[in-house]
Nanobody, 119 residues
Framework: QVQLVESGGGLVQPGGSLRLSCAAS????????MGWYRQAPGKERELVAV???????NYGDSVKGRFTISRDNAKNTVYLQMNILTPEDTAVYYC?????????????WGQGTQVTVSS
């Protein structure tokens, strides 16, 4: 049983920045992977940025160099700093965490937070 709560979405102008937060109900050390996905209208959900084993990161190609994932273990929180935003970044952003069990994956999602990039 895991709860993930996103915050920080909103309306921003092209070229602007936003910082998203994902607060987890348990220690993020318990997750094998944790990070962010997004889904725009009419499109499939796509990877944005995640922490994987060993603290390594994996970014989607469209956000490399603009977005940065970070974490505060004491606060059980993962962040997404989004810079140089464009209208193509408009989407619902979802926090995700995974726990690897033998033969299966525990897959947990937050409710999502809307990011709209428009002038």
């Amino acid at each position: 049983q895991v709860q993930l709560v996103e915050s920080g979405g909103g309306l921003v102008q092209p070229g602007g920045s936003l910082r998203l937060s994902c607060a987890a109900s348990r220690s993020i050390f318990s997750f094998n992977a944790m990070g962010w996905y997004r889904q725009a209208p009419g499109k499939e959900r796509e990877l944005v940025a995640v922490f994987i084993s060993g603290g390594r990161t994996n970014y989607g190609d469209s956000v490399k160099g603009r977005f940065t994932i970070s974490r505060d273990n004491a606060k059980n929180t993962v962040y997404l700093q989004m810079n140089i935003l464009t209208p193509e970044d408009t989407a619902v952003y979802y926090c995700n965490a995974k726990i690897m069990f033998p033969g299966r994956v525990g897959d947990y999602w937050g409710q999502g937070t809307q990011v709209t990039v428009s002038s």
